[in-house]
């Protein structure tokens, strides 16, 4: 789970920014708080709604998320430079590092990862075990090289051996990427918890991304098909179910030189093997071997006419809602196994308000979602999710205004808005979404 993201020094942040997913003391909603296992343990929010005008940050919070998840998985090659953006509206910061921090919690443990970069380098980076009263560090890296702690209980079935390798990976891992990085490409296995958690738990989606593994999701696993017709059955979609439909490789309506493509490079024999074929936005196939053949998965849509038979639909037939909701079951099915952090920039796309709240209040109340350690952090300006009686808390409501193109953000954990419409005071201004409010203590709420 995501406790705490922080940017310096990216986009539209000058300043260090700080975004957080840590419960207050409000008593409202407490089923939507995860409690950790230890004292040390910080109680965390399951759901986080950013607001903002167009242009104050919201997408540029998530996209530096996705920046610094990117650079993690997949770092950059040899003799290339950062593809860092810093802010540009301060010639100071031409000269100083972009500065990046996630800290969460994964298999028991909390961690803060983070570190500094230019366009050339990795200045710094750092891997600490945190709690409300704990900060240890497990490895740091500045000029001087990186140090190691080989006291933490992470290490203590290291040998001497892999110490040794362990400086020796240290010492020759490329400046300009990180040793976290290395380690994975390296195969030297002690942090991969932390790596892991960013590969596997950490999931960022834009208004533009497609779920085109739904057909294999389908096929391979017979729960989550009933998972996913019963949350269609929950949107009120009236429709009777959605399956796959199996087609002939041969017939696919695509161009020659692609399929000969496929068929050449597709690895046969190895388990789990796919391919992705995209025809139009709204319609993909799934490509997998069987028997030594390759055939194409498509999802096909039923509903009953009026003698109760089914009709099959494609989805280009759909409209864009319910194709955004499709979009969307996959990652509801992961959010109910827990152990993920989905951000989504511009939720309300395509959606209408009922099906947005909707959404909101299967993951907060439905016994699906019930204690599940997973979190759905969305930006958005649909007004209606300011609920705070019946939606949502108020520490789960963020905003992110702009003063001299900078960006800050700031939550409602400490407002005091109880009594207020808060859709109202969104839309005249009083939480810096619109560019006149500049600070949430200057706004002297009126009941």
Partial sequence: ??????????????????????????????????????????????????????????????????????????????????????????????????????????????????????????????????????????FERDDKGIRFNFEHDIFSAISEKEKQRMDYEAESTRENLLFLTNCKERNIKWFNPVY??????????????????????????????????????????????????????????????????IKKDFPYGKTGAIAIVSITEEKSYVIQEKAGDLKALELVIFRNDKEGDEIPFELSEESDGTRRIMDFIPMLVRLSKG?????????DRSLHVLLLKKLFDLVLNNNMFKNVTSQLIASTHEIYLLDIK????????????????????????????????????????????IPVIQDIKELGWEK
């Fill in 1 to 138: 789970m995501l406790i705490r993201f922080t940017v310096e020094n990216f986009l539209s942040f000058n300043q260090r920014l700080d975004f957080n997913m840590i419960a207050s003391e409000e008593a409202r909603h407490s089923h939507h708080i995860v409690k950790g296992q230890s004292k040390s343990d910080i109680a965390l929010l399951r759901t986080s709604v950013i607001y903002g005008a167009n242009e104050a940050g919201k997408s540029n919070l998530i996209k530096a998320m996705a920046f610094a998840r990117e650079f993690i998985i997949k770092g950059v090659d040899k003799n290339k430079s950062i593809d860092i953006i810093n802010f540009k509206l301060d010639k100071n910061c031409y000269q100083k590092p972009s500065r990046f921090e996630f800290e969460f919690r994964y298999k028991g443990k909390q961690f803060a990862y983070g570190f500094s970069i230019s366009k050339n380098q990795v200045i710094d980076e750092w891997l600490f075990e945190i709690g409300h009263h704990l900060e240890i560090p497990l």
């Fill in 196 to 261: 892991d958690w960013f590969y596997e738990c950490l999931t960022i989606i834009f208004p533009s991304s497609k779920m085109k593994f739904l057909p294999l999701i389908l096929t391979v696993d017979t729960d989550i098909r009933v998972f996913f017709n019963k949350v269609l059955e929950l949107f009120g979609f009236n429709i009777n179910k959605m399956d796959i439909k199996a087609v002939d490789f041969e017939t696919l309506e695509i161009p020659t030189t692609i399929k000969k493509s």
């Fill in 339 to 347: 152990d993920s952090v989905f951000v989504i920039d511009e939720i």
């Fill in 390 to 433: 019946r939606l949502l808390r108020k520490d789960e409501i963020w905003f992110i205004s702009k003063t001299n193109g900078e960006s800050r953000a700031y939550s409602l954990a400490n407002a005091d808005v109880d009594d207020l419409n808060l859709a109202k005071g969104y839309l005249n201004g009083r939480f810096g979404a």
